[in-house]
């Protein structure tokens, strides 16, 4: 995002870039992947992710598919990780300083995935913040912090308790798909909400095929969306909090 503030509220950053089914990844371990990537992420796991298909909606109908293994690697103060699969590299972090700084810490494993896998494309591209903003007060008063129209919902007087508050909007930009999710954050749902939080959560993504050579100016276009959507949405008590 935006390196205009000085502090965020992002709880989350995740950049996934998906390819063909490599069957290397798919057959034997990424043991080169791993000693390359060990002096930023040197700590490293391994799982079996099951996936279930479900026919028609028919309970009756349903099965396991084939069991696909997922590496993850972490920085040592496990705050980063990078996720391989046979048809996906991610990573993720929970300390965004900037995007030229994020830009940098994705580029060791994708260009390491370049190196050694040789993806011929990438199938789909994708960038997600997402931003919890925890105050003390009142957990339905955020006048001042979001635009009014994201919050005029919370005026209605109901007579009870708040325990959620979810909202989603599906937006296209240019061939750019933004699924923007907003709301009061409830960690004790569905018991009442005693805390003060509110979530955005904007997740950009192209679909269509990317040359591996353009991901870097494609990841910038993502990254110009999700901002302007994020600026859209906040009002000046939020700013305020992200210049002090």
């Not at 011929?120 to 129209?149: E, F, H, M």
């Amino acid at each position: 995002m935006s390196t205009s503030y000085t502090h965020n509220f992002l709880a989350n950053v995740i950049c996934r870039a998906d390819f063909p089914v490599n069957l290397r990844l798919g057959s034997e371990k990424p043991v080169d992947f791993q000693e390359r990537l060990a002096s930023t992420f040197p700590k490293a796991s391994e799982g079996v992710i099951l996936q279930a298909e479900m026919p028609d909606g028919v309970p009756q109908n349903i099965f396991l598919k084939q069991p696909v293994i997922r590496w993850e690697f972490f920085a040592r103060d496990m705050g980063s990780r990078v996720t391989l699969q046979r048809d996906f590299v991610s990573i993720q972090t929970q300390k965004y300083h900037d995007f030229k700084q994020f830009w940098n810490l994705f580029e060791i494993p994708f260009q390491l995935l370049r190196d050694i896998y040789k993806p011929p494309v990438i199938t789909r591209l994708g960038l997600r913040y997402q931003n919890l903003l925890s105050l003390k007060g009142d957990a339905a008063d955020w006048v001042g912090c979001l635009v009014p129209p994201l919050i005029e919902h919370l005026k209605f007087e109901h007579g009870r308790i708040l325990t959620k508050d979810s909202h989603s909007l599906q937006l296209d930009s240019e061939g750019i798909h933004i699924n923007f999710k907003y709301g009061v954050h409830n960690p004790d749902y569905p018991g009442p909400s005693h805390q003060r939080q509110f979530a955005l959560d904007i997740d950009c993504y192209i679909r269509d095929d990317i040359e591996l050579d353009d991901v870097a100016e494609r990841l910038k276009d993502l990254n110009k969306e999700a901002t302007d959507v994020f600026e859209r949405s906040i009002g000046e008590s939020w700013r305020q909090l992200m210049r002090s």
